[in-house]
């Protein structure tokens, strides 16, 4: 719709986005539009410029409302009679109402059509139109009044003077009997026949002159007359407009809008009957009659309501079909037998002389015709049709409006009953979830109870395995028995490691896992790595390598354990699935000078994984494929962790790989600043400028060790073959300082190199022979003075920068005494062990004999209350120290050490000796357990001398008490 005239509209409203839609729908319609979002901001805008309509929103919260604007703006002079339209989302009549009460000339309910809005505003501005130009029309009239008023009064002045002529002429010609006083009151028809021509014709021109003024004075008065009934017919329009376009919109619905309508048209006119026909499209195009109807005939019409409702009309059919086929009003001023819509008895009923008919539209459509019917004949009025035509299009938009909040009442009805049965849904899905979850609450103990059950059957057997390694670490071994133990020992540490991830799995699917963050050694972290997989790699013929790159940092800051466990498992993965070739894990800086961050590379030459499985490779559970886990074994849980673990630390974890050519994981992690001092290695100065020869025939591996060396400051070739060594011994060893023999040697390539080596002079290299398991034992290389030392692969580089450091040190690294005990002689302590597996009791009865205790050993709770209460009445067997096992038979530790509290309280009223849990449970709800049942500190297996060691310091009564007198000077500090 367009706007033909133009016109200014101001729209308020404190939401922009209704704002936004509103101009661009006014402007569209060809409208000048001023948006405001606030009352104030429009009373500051109407004084500036005119405005011709007000769109108003009522609710506008922080500032004034919609109402308050409305008063405020009618207060103004010039806008006393601006046209108001209220807009908002209510619905209620009682809000209608006081928006009329308020100023409001219509009210429209949110959300509107827009072709609605604009056929309003249009409506209204017309309607404005119409009222301006009643008051200019109002102020000619009291204009023309006043004239008429002043040239009556003029009038009356003139006829005063003429009637006192009048008089006197009266009186003259009745002196002269001549003529009758009252024949001079009749107009222009007077004749003078005095016999004195003089006076006759003074008297006629008087009597003209008289007839002309009366005549003028009669024509103003009419013309007056006219005007007044012109200005009247035109407000009484205006009303009926407005007092329809009220009562539509106060309408429950369109039928009563129509009715309402009907009613105020036949009082306006004064016609007695009026009767609406409802347009029907289907099956196709005619007129049926409602039951709506108008009537104040005092003649019974029963018969013409009867055959109009029985009549359907079709197009161009009777007075309202003509209407439908014209689109337009229609006026008859004689109703007569074309009528056919009727019976004549009907018509009769009525004496019906004349009606007039005109259409509902919308939107070009005709959705009803309105027909009225006057007893009297009546001459068509245009002005009436005009006034009518106006009428049917603010019905038609009405009608709109009442579908429109009728079907956003069924569609909110609708909502409802879709929210009550979206919420019933909802709580029977809750109540379905709660059970669900229920179970799951039940699962997760059951899983929970199993991990720990799990964890405690590791333990037990793993704190024998790991004790009896401690132990056996204190005795004299050679070099490969140390590194026998320590492999041992290193892959008892990652087992309690997976061990500790699988309990904490599902903190880690919750995101409640705790990292650590402490500075250490990452080149020795790697070298611990690889270790663990030194005898894989020895047995699967399988070489590995462990690279830490020059110029990465040696200490950094964060979880040595969750960053071994990722490698660990990395590693455990390249060596399941290569059979042969190499696995080597490397660790490099990226991004140096841009936020550097670490990468760890493991890469294989194995099997390699399809591009199509890559994807979920790191989901839980999930393998390269199908027979991977009967061809591999394993559970497919690694991955999914090691994922879980790098997010966890802030960095990323991917693969490259290809089918039959091997894969490559990497992860990177951000470098963290140090939070302590903690020393970098330094490199020995004894390598300092020193020949370094590499006789090896994989080049990725002897630049790996010439990287390093150099590093080092020495100077360092490769030799890939073993036999030019052997042809050009004295030329190839010249000037070389130590050899690093690498390669493997057949039987006679040995004997010949053993020949070089034995007559050769004292300023020959020192050989360092890197062999694989146990090859070197049957070689002429073992003969004296050949071979200076030995490595074994895979070998770590700290343990090689360590081996060429000793031997250009004169230091012999074949054999390695036990390092001296410097542990503390607790002799004093009188302790009690209870723990019912006898290797267990072996091993911490070893590890307490390291201190100089001699322990008292008990196989369950029960023994161990019994030996606690014959102590206690002894004075000299009193117990310092309870090492208690929680789960043992008869009764376990958490009841003995109730019984012992109930023991110590009836003696003495407080708890003395210090009971320790010996526990292979690793669950938070066990140690909770055993600060309950009564014990001071809990242990978890397998136990280190160094963890014992802390702990018997932390309850040793007598250290305490030697601790306070140091820190208060009582004794010397020589203890």
């Known amino acids: 719709m367009t706007n033909t005239v133009f016109a200014s509209i101001m729209v308020v409203d404190d939401k922009l986005e209704n704002l936004r839609l509103m101009v661009q729908i006014l402007d569209d319609g060809g409208y000048q539009v001023m948006p405001c979002r606030s009352g104030e901001e429009a009373l500051r805008s109407l004084a500036s410029r005119p405005f ?18 409305a008063n405020q703006v009618h207060s103004l002079t010039a806008y006393r009679n601006l046209p108001i339209i209220f807009i908002s989302a209510y619905h209620d009549i009682d809000v209608k109402t006081k928006a009329f009460s308020h100023g409001g000339v219509d009210y429209i309910s949110k959300p509107f059509h827009q072709d609605e809005l604009l056929a309003r505003i249009s409506v209204h501005l017309r309607i404005k139109r119409l009222q301006e130009k009643l008051s200019k029309n109002n102020e000619h009239l009291e204009a023309t009044c006043c004239e008429l008023s002043t040239a009556n009064q003029r009038l009356n002045k003139h006829w005063k003077i003429v009637h006192e002529q009048l008089s006197e002429i009266a009186t003259f010609i009745k002196r002269t009997n001549q003529i009758d006083q009252g024949a001079f009151y009749s107009p222009l028809s007077i004749h003078f026949d005095t016999g004195m021509p003089d006076i006759d014709r003074e008297l006629g021109d008087l009597v003209d002159g008289i007839n002309q003024t009366c005549l003028e004075m009669v024509s103003d008065f009419t013309k007056r007359e006219t005007a007044e009934r012109e200005l009247h017919s035109q407000h009484k329009r205006t009303l009926l407009l407005m007092t329809i376009a009220a009562a539509s919109n106060a309408a429950s619905n369109p039928m009563q809008a129509m009715k309402i309508a009907l009613e105020e048209i036949c009082i306006f006119l004064q016609w007695p009957v009026g009767h609406i026909y409802l347009v029907d499209t289907k099956p196709t195009l005619q007129l049926t009659s409602s039951k709506i109807w108008y009537s104040n005939a005092q003649n019974n019409f029963t018969n013409f309501q009867r055959a109009t409702e029985k009549t359907v009309l079709r197009y161009g059919e009777g007075l309202p079909g003509q209407v439908l086929e014209q689109a337009k009003p229609v006026w008859i001023t004689d109703i007569n037998n074309n009528d056919i819509r009727r019976n004549n ?328 600043p140090l939070q302590t001092q903690m020393q970098v290695p330094v490199h020995s100065d004894k390598l300092q400028n020193k020949n370094l020869l590499i006789v090896d025939s994989d ?17 360092t070739q490769s030799l890939l073959d073993i036999q030019k060594l052997i042809d050009n011994y004295d030329k190839t060893i010249e000037n070389t300082n130590a050899v690093l023999l690498t390669a493997e040697l057949s039987e006679e390539q040995s004997l010949k190199l053993s020949e070089h080596i034995s007559i050769s002079n004292d300023s020959r290299p020192a050989f360092i022979w890197v062999t694989r398991g146990h090859a070197y034992l049957n070689s002429p290389l073992l003969a004296p003075h050949r071979i200076d030392a030995f490595l074994e692969k895979p070998f770590g580089i700290i343990q090689l920068h360590n081996q060429l450091t000793a031997t250009f040190s004169g230091i012999s690294r074949k054999f390695k005494t036990a390092p001296p005990n410097d542990l503390p002689h607790l002799e004093y302590l009188h302790v009690l062990v209870a723990e019912d597996n006898a290797v267990n009791q072996l091993v911490i009865k070893g590890m307490l004999n390291k201190f100089g205790i001699s322990p008292v050993l008990a196989k369950n709770g029960l023994d161990a209350l019994a030996l606690f209460e014959k102590s206690a009445t002894e004075k000299e067997n009193k117990f310092d120290l309870i090492l208690m096992d929680c789960e043992m038979p008869e009764m376990d530790g958490f009841e003995a050490t109730k019984q012992i509290r109930l023991v110590e309280q009836k003696q003495s009223g407080h708890s003395n000796v210090a009971i320790i849990a010996l526990s292979a449970h690793a669950m938070t709800e066990h140690k909770e357990h055993a600060k309950q049942s009564g014990m001071n500190d809990y242990l978890t297996k397998p136990v280190s001398l160094h963890t014992l060691r802390h702990i018997i310091k932390k309850h040793d009564s007598r250290q305490l008490q030697t601790d306070a007198a140091l820190h208060h000077g009582l004794i010397p500090s020589t203890y």
Not at 486 to 514: C, Q
Request: proline share 4%; charged share 20%; glycine share 6%.
């Open 699 to 715: 080049p990725e591996y002897c630049a790996m060790i010439t990287a390093h060396t150099n590093s080092w400051g020495m100077q």
């Open 52 to 69: 011709d309509l007000l769109l108003l929103d009522i609710n506008m919260p922080g500032g004034m409302n919609g109402y308050e604007v």
């Open 345 to 672: 008895n009907g018509k009769q009923e009525l004496n019906i002389k004349s009606a007039f008919a005109f259409p509902v539209i919308l939107e070009g459509d005709i959705l009803a015709v309105f027909e009225i019917f006057s007893l009297q004949s009546q001459p068509p009025e245009k002005d009436l049709l005009q006034l009518m035509s106006e009428i049917g299009k603010q019905l038609g938009f009405a009608i709109a409006r009442k579908k429109a909040e009728t079907r956003s009442t069924e569609l909110l009805s609708e909502v409802q009953q879709l929210n009550a049965d979206l919420e019933q849904r909802v709580n029977k899905r809750t109540h379905q979830l709660e059970q669900a979850n229920q179970q799951l609450h039940e699962l997760a103990q059951a899983k929970s109870q199993f991990l720990s059950t799990m964890s405690h059957e590791i333990r037990t057997p793993m704190n024998g395995v790991l004790g009896m390694v401690e132990l056996i670490e204190g005795t004299n071994l050679t070099d490969i028995q140390r590194h026998y133990i320590e492999a041992i020992r290193s892959s008892g540490d990652t087992l309690l490691t997976v061990l500790n991830d699988i309990l904490d799995f599902s903190k880690i699917e919750a995101g409640k896992l705790d990292l650590e963050r402490i500075d250490f050694n990452l080149e020795k972290l790697i070298d611990d790595c690889a270790a663990i997989y030194s005898i894989k790699s020895m047995t699967s013929q399988v070489d590995l390598l462990a690279d830490v790159r020059p110029g990465t940092p040696l200490i950094i800051n964060g979880d040595p354990t969750r960053i071994r466990q990722i490698v660990v498992n990395l590693l455990s993965n390249a060596f399941k699935f290569t059979s042969q070739g190499k696995v080597r894990v490397t660790v490099l800086t990226i991004n140096p000078h841009n936020k550097p961050r670490l990468k760890f590379e493991v890469s294989d030459t194995g099997i390699g994984i399809e591009k199509q499985q890559q994807s979920e490779i790191f989901s839980a559970f999930s393998q390269a494929e199908k027979s991977t886990s009967r061809r591999f074994g394993g559970s497919g849980l690694g991955l999914s962790i090691c994922k879980l673990l790098c997010e966890l630390m802030n960095g990323d974890i991917d693969l490259h790989s290809e089918p039959n050519r091997g894969s490559t994981f990497w992860f990177t992690l951000p470098i963290l």
